[in-house]
């Protein structure tokens, strides 16, 4: 703290003036971004027809519109301008106010009704899919279900370094399966604090075993549709004859995620020591007060309820209830039990549900504006779609190290499927599932993915230990999701 010239007191003024001076040239470059997004935007719209490029002519007024939106909302995720859920709400205003407009550039004159079709990703099914999975995450970790089936699991598993890796990127796999990556790895984190207290500061293994949590987080997110948000974005872009179902994305998903967990997991076990290491059953046991009575019930509800909904889920194809049909069972039956109340409710992640509604809108407007088909037009047909795929991938790991995956997706996901749509049928969920994939490898960087700044903040690893196995998954993720779905499409 800064001293006035006679060093016997704090100069708090000069304190003050600093941190107001930070916080106004944050704000100032917060504002200054925010309209260089939308000034892009713009240009994007009026710059093609001003100096008269041809290659734009074929495209409707509408679809340029569409162009400057998708430019715009791309910078302002990038730079992070404003919070993602706000560029996804921006993105649904904008298009509700210029494209719904009747007699505009595209909503016919007296249609009434065309901005319903902006706002009609709130209410999609695959919405209320993710809706279904935040509500039986929010009631297991109220519960604290999640933290006992981890404990016990663990308890039972983790006895030495190489059972107890294997057993913690099980767990956290499986729960990032169908709960937020994020809250999968602070509960486990959490959960497993105790084995950090016996291996000595500064081993490797401890490093590794820090490193395990976010990237099984990560991949475990891969192999459900509501594992991780570019699931979504890939499920909502397709079309209904190539949407694949619960069951189906898993056959899709659930493969290459489990062979790069398991890469993953061969990497950190070689790479950190285990000499004189071995670990307790009591290691795991609970602080916490044992549950009352009551405890109990809410607990053993949620547990009923969330392997109905689960097997529910997988069995789409035999009772034919739609997935998102399911996601009412734990949301209703939580709400009239009591389970969970107006509060619990209210701290739902609904701005992942917003950047998620923003996203898919943002997919719809680009295949109904023609967008897609004019992006598609200007892609030599000459160009194997393997190879398109394969780069549109690569860029999509890239972006997401650097920026929010679910934005990454938002996208890419549209501008991929209008490249590859004229390739073939199954082109674009060839396209859209390894991209999804691909964009849930990115872990690089602290700032990849919130599972990352998670394990950051144990302050057990440093933002160089992302480095390695980030490039790993970034190097062989994409790969490994192409090559599944070239063979099962």
């Known amino acids: 703290m800064h001293k006035d ?21 944050h704000a100032l470059a917060s504002i200054v971004k925010f309209f260089a997004g939308i000034t892009l935007g713009l240009l994007a719209y ?13 495209l409707s007024p509408a679809g340029r519109v569409t162009l400057g939106i998708m430019i715009g909302a791309a910078f302002l995720w990038v730079t992070e301008a404003i919070p993602a859920f706000a560029v996804g709400v921006l993105v649904i205003a904008v298009e509700i106010a210029v494209l719904g407009k009747p007699g505009g550039v595209y909503a016919a004159e007296g249609d009434n009704k065309a901005w319903t079709e902006f706002v009609g990703a709130w209410s999609s099914s695959i919405m209320w899919l993710f809706l279904g999975g935040f509500v039986l995450a ?21 006895k030495n370094p190489a059972y107890l890796l294997a057993s913690t990127m099980a767990v956290t796999f499986v729960f990032s399966m169908f709960m937020s990556n994020t809250a999968t790895a602070a509960m486990m984190i959490t959960v497993a604090a105790p084995v950090l207290s016996v291996i000595p500061k500064n081993h490797s293994f401890g490093r590794s075993f820090i490193l395990s949590v976010p990237v099984a987080a990560n991949l475990g997110g891969i192999a459900t549709i509501i594992g991780t948000p570019p699931n979504a974005i890939a499920v909502g872009s397709l079309s209904e004859n190539l949407r694949p179902d619960f069951i189906q994305w898993m056959a899709y998903g659930l493969p290459p995620a489990l062979l790069l967990a398991s890469l993953a997991y061969l990497y950190l076990f070689l790479s950190g020591k285990k000499d004189g290491l071995h670990f307790q059953l009591g290691t795991f046991q609970s602080t916490d007060a044992p549950p009352t009575k ?24 035999l009772h034919n209830i739609p997935a998102p049909v399911v996601s009412f069972l734990p949301i209703t039956a939580f709400a009239v039990t009591g389970v969970l109340a107006s509060d619990d409710m209210r701290n739902l992640p609904w701005d992942v549900l917003l950047l998620l509604a923003g996203g898919i809108s943002l997919g719809g407007a680009v295949k109904a504006t023609g967008l897609a088909a004019w992006i598609g037009s200007q892609v030599p047909a000459s160009l194997p779609l393997i190879g398109i795929i394969i780069v549109i991938s690569l860029i999509g790991v890239v972006m997401s190290n650097l920026m929010s995956n679910t934005a990454t997706a938002s996208i890419l996901v549209p501008v991929g499927i209008g ?33 990352n700044a998670v394990a950051l903040a144990s302050g057990k690893v440093q933002s160089r230990d992302f480095m390695k196995i980030g490039l790993i998954m970034a190097a062989i993720g994409p790969v490994v999701g192409i090559v599944w779905l070239q063979l099962v499409l």
């Open 294 to 317: 009551d405890e109990n019930k809410q607990r053993f509800i949620v547990a009923a309820v969330l392997l109905t909904t689960v097997l529910a889920w997988m069995t789409e194809s």
């Open 5 to 25: 010239p006679s060093g016997e007191r704090p100069d708090t003024r000069a304190v003050v003036k600093r941190m107001l001076g930070q916080t106004d040239r």
């Open 46 to 58: 009026f710059l093609p027809e001003w100096l008269g490029w041809q290659s734009f002519e074929s």
């Open 419 to 451: 490249i590859v749509a004229s390739h073939s049928e199954n082109a674009p969920a060839m396209l859209a599932i390894p991209l999804a994939i691909a964009c849930s490898c990115a872990m690089c960087l602290p700032i990849s993915t919130p599972p």
């Open 138 to 158: 929010q009631a297991a970790s109220k519960t604290r279900l999640d933290q006992w089936m981890a404990s016990r699991i663990l308890g039972v598993f983790g």
